[in-house]
């Protein structure tokens, strides 16, 4: 089908892409891994998997930003983030614990941020979280005129 029908795919891919990016925020992206990375660190003594967790996260943010969503994300939490991970690589080049507690001590506070926007949020604006999803102000789409691309 990919082939046949390249427009359509790329289409459904685009909007499939648009509504995860939707559905999973930045905000709650990192909320949920500030608190498993906090479990794998407190808890399991677990670094690596800590570091593992955290990492992914880190270079979403390096990458940048694409929606006026994320760019807020990123102007709000980017320079604490980056210090907490700057403070990390330097617990593995060092091992001394008061860098891994200097970068939680961070990670608190952009977790606590975090928790109070997010419990503020009721609604999205699909322009802010996603302005390339708005196939419903494109008619010419295919993929939200089957009867087109079927040529019925």
């Known amino acids: 089908m990919s082939d046949s029908q390249s427009t359509l795919?790329?289409?459904a891919k685009l909007v499939s892409d648009e509504l995860i990016r939707c559905a999973i925020l930045w905000h709650e992206q990192w909320h949920e891994a500030l608190d498993d990375a906090s479990r794998l660190y407190f808890q399991d003594k677990n670094v690596k998997a800590m570091f593992d967790l955290l990492k992914p996260l880190?270079?979403?943010?390096?990458?940048?930003a694409t929606t006026l969503k994320e760019q807020s994300f990123k102007q709000t939490y980017e320079n604490e983030l980056k210090e907490a991970w700057n403070a990390c690589r330097c617990y593995l080049r060092s091992q001394n614990a008061k860098e891994l507690n200097q970068a939680w001590d961070l990670y608190y506070?952009?977790?606590?941020?975090?928790?109070?926007?997010?419990?503020q949020l009721t609604s999205l604006d699909l322009n802010y979280v996603s302005p390339r999803c708005n196939i419903f102000l494109?008619?010419?789409?295919e993929l939200i005129q089957p009867a087109k691309?079927?040529?019925?």
């Open 9 to 11: 795919v790329e289409q």
């Open 58 to 64: 880190h270079d979403l943010i390096d990458r940048g």
């Open 109 to 119: 506070i952009v977790f606590r941020k975090i928790s109070s926007q997010l419990r």
């Open 138 to 141: 494109f008619p010419d789409e």
């Open 149 to 152: 691309v079927l040529k019925i």
